[in-house]
T-cell receptor, first 112, second 114 residues
Framework: KQEVTQIPAALSVPEGENLVLNCSFTDSAIYNLQWFRQDPGKGLTSLLLIQSSQREQTSGRLNASLDKSSGRSTLYIAASQPGDSATYLCAVHLFNTDKLIFGTGTRLQVFP | GAGVSQSPRYKVAKRGQDVALRCDPISGHVSLFWYQQALGQGPEFLTYFQNEAQLDKSGLPSDRFFAERPEGSVSTLKIQRTQQEDSAVYLC????????????FGQGTRLTVV
């Protein structure tokens, strides 16, 4: 059974710091991995999608990497801002199924 | 519409009441998913539609949960005889293709059973 783990569970940092959020998964048979952001009381906003054949994806200050063989992905946030405060979720799309399996998320707080 | 739309945003139901949650996916999206998110947890898969066909309902927790997408567009998740453990946020997502494409989520419906 695929399990997705995110470390740390919570993170509080001053504005301007570069951050690394970690996601690990137990089964490497995946189509892709997707990173989401969730603000309190809101739905999920897609940040980055990495296909299983790719190593990384970048969008603005965000960079996500994927090492499928070791079952790991990292989300790098450069020059963090208070507006980045949210919960970040990673999810893997299982091969030969249609479902996303989510981690429990990293709750990030960036203070001024 | 521009994004996935869910209604109502909030629903309070008395235990034993039936509820219906609506999802309006992005126009033209083939795939539609329902997820359940308990407080402090990641979303958990409930069911999946490809057009009007329900291809996977393995995540539905009991036979009180029923989902449909009769015309391959709008979907309804129905919960009969609600219980307190059904309290959660119910998220709907859609994607253009199948399997390998990016999923877009709605704002969710927060269900509270009292």
């Amino acid at each position: 059974k695929q399990e997705v783990t995110q470390i740390p569970a919570a993170l509080s940092v001053p504005e301007g710091e570069n951050l690394v959020l970690n996601c690990s998964f137990t089964d490497s048979a995946i189509y892709n991995l997707q990173w989401f952001r969730q603000d309190p009381g809101k739905g999920l906003t897609s940040l980055l999608l990495i296909q299983s054949s790719q190593r990384e994806q970048t969008s603005g200050r965000l960079n996500a990497s994927l090492d499928k063989s070791s079952g790991r992905s990292t989300l790098y946030i450069a020059a963090s801002q208070p507006g980045d405060s949210a919960t970040y979720l990673c999810a893997v799309h299982l091969f030969n199924t249609d479902k996303l399996i989510f981690g429990t998320g990293t709750r990030l707080q960036v203070f001024p | 519409g521009a994004g996935v739309s869910q209604s109502p945003r909030y629903k309070v139901a008395k235990r034993g009441q039936d509820v219906a949650l609506r999802c309006d996916p992005i126009s033209g999206h083939v795939s539609l998913f329902w997820y359940q998110q308990a407080l402090g947890q990641g979303p958990e898969f409930l069911t999946y539609f490809q057009n009007e066909a329900q291809l996977d309902k393995s995540g539905l927790p009991s036979d009180r949960f029923f989902a449909e997408r009769p015309e391959g567009s709008v979907s309804t998740l129905k919960i009969q005889r609600t219980q307190q453990e059904d309290s959660a946020v119910y998220l709907c997502a859609s994607s253009y293709g199948t399997s390998n494409t990016e999923a877009f989520f709605g704002q969710g419906t927060r269900l509270t059973v009292v």
